[in-house]
């Protein structure tokens, strides 16, 4: 079993910063990539971006040259979001991709104020 953890969430102003973290925990040797969705009320979750274990990284168009995902160690993922804006207001989720599933953290909620 695979646990996923988000934190760093919280409330910013619009062109502040937010780091967020992915701890996870279990048997993750075998994940092919990690990343971070997003889902904003009354929308559907879309990707923000990912980063595979050979460290390919992907990005939603929305996003780019703004936010940044890292690798920490072996079980983290991190996700820093600069220039935010007001639209980057969303539920943000981890998630760990396998051969056989996905999983997914709670989420961790960022709201920019404009």
């Known amino acids: 079993q695979v646990k996923l953890e988000e934190s760093g969430g919280g409330l910013v102003q619009a062109g502040g910063s937010l780091r967020l973290s992915c701890v996870a925990s279990g048997f993750i040797s075998s994940r092919r990539a990690m990343g971070w969705y997003r889902q904003a009320p009354g929308k559907q979750r879309e990707l923000v971006a990912t980063i595979t274990t050979g460290g390919n990284t992907n990005y939603a168009d929305s996003v780019k040259g703004r936010f940044t995902i890292s690798q920490g160690n072996v079980n983290t993922v991190n996700l820093q979001m600069n220039s935010l804006k007001p639209e980057d207001t969303a539920v943000y989720y981890c998630?760990?991709?396998?051969?056989?599933?996905?999983?997914w953290g709670k989420g961790t909620l960022v709201t920019v104020s404009s």
């Open positions: 998630n760990a991709q396998f051969p056989s599933r996905d999983y």
